[in-house]
């Protein structure tokens, strides 16, 4: 069961990854044709400032997520390796859940502003703000199921004596 999550989220991490990378590069060719047009043409479209912001957003969202599956976030490494092996493991199922709370939140409060705002316009493109907020309980969710296939691995290893890598230490 645990291989089967583990292969179904490598696959949603893969895409998220892609997504991530076709945003950015999206990103790179709206300025660059901004930049373009401006400077060349003496025109600017109404429109690329605000859709390359709201790629940024999507993208700082969905690597948050990233950052939960990979812990890649801020951490306090130093007070970890001073504790005792089976209180880390333990912080790290007790901190965890603290990410999974933050996440679920992010998951309640992203549903409730994809509702209210969903038929709201975006300032200069007709595109609603649906598609802004959707982001919001895309990421939360992500991060759940990182969260959850890291704490079924961490409870999964609470009785072996082997310590957890630099690169996976508790996150904060």
Known sequence: MLKALDRFLDGITAVVKTTMI???CAIFFITTITVFTRYLLNYVPSWSEE???YLLVWITYLGAALAVRFKEHISLDVFFKMMPLRARQVGHILLNGLIAIVAAIMVV???A???QFKDDLMESIPVTNFWLY???P???T???LFIIQDTWKAILGLGKEEAPSSSEMVPI
């Open 109 to 111: 409060y992203g549903v």
């Open 51 to 53: 859709v390359p912001r």
């Open 22 to 24: 076709f945003m950015t």
């Open 113 to 115: 502003l994809v509702s």
């Open 134 to 136: 959707l982001v919001m």
């Open 138 to 140: 895309i990421s939360g």
């Open 142 to 144: 992500l991060m759940l």
